[in-house]
């Protein structure tokens, strides 16, 4: 199973971006997706989930900014990110779980740079 993430890029303070990201390979059904993000110096957080039914979950700082969205059809997940802040800086990985024995994929990732 491969993720190919793509979207990032510079944007200004309240600008907009939407990060796209595509599973392929041998795959039956995914359960888990999500985004996550490492800023410089600081340590991987998952930013957005959404499992294959659904259900969202998001971190607090990105709460009413983002939106996390799958199509299960095409084994694909965005987040739509608005209202960006410079503590939005860094590098969005994608992810995908698989059902049975929870296995994880992860995307190349995707540099996001908010300038103040």
């Known amino acids: 199973v491969q993720l190919q993430a793509s979207g990032g890029g510079l944007v200004q303070a309240g600008g907009s971006l939407k990060l796209s990201c595509a599973a392929s390979g041998t795959i039956v059904r995914i359960a888990d997706m999500g985004w996550y993000r490492q800023a410089p110096g600081k340590q991987r957080e998952l930013v957005a989930g959404?499992?294959?039914?659904?259900?969202?979950n998001y971190i607090d700082s990105v709460k009413d900014r983002f939106t996390i969205s799958r199509d299960n059809a095409k084994n694909t997940v965005s987040l739509q990110m608005n209202s960006l802040k410079a503590e939005d800086t860094a590098v969005y990985y994608c992810?995908?779980?698989?059902?049975?024995?929870?296995?994880?994929?992860w995307g190349q990732g995707t540099l996001v740079t908010v300038s103040s």
């Open positions: 959404i499992t294959s039914r659904g259900s969202t």
């Open positions: 992810n995908a779980v698989m059902p049975l024995f929870r296995q994880e994929y």
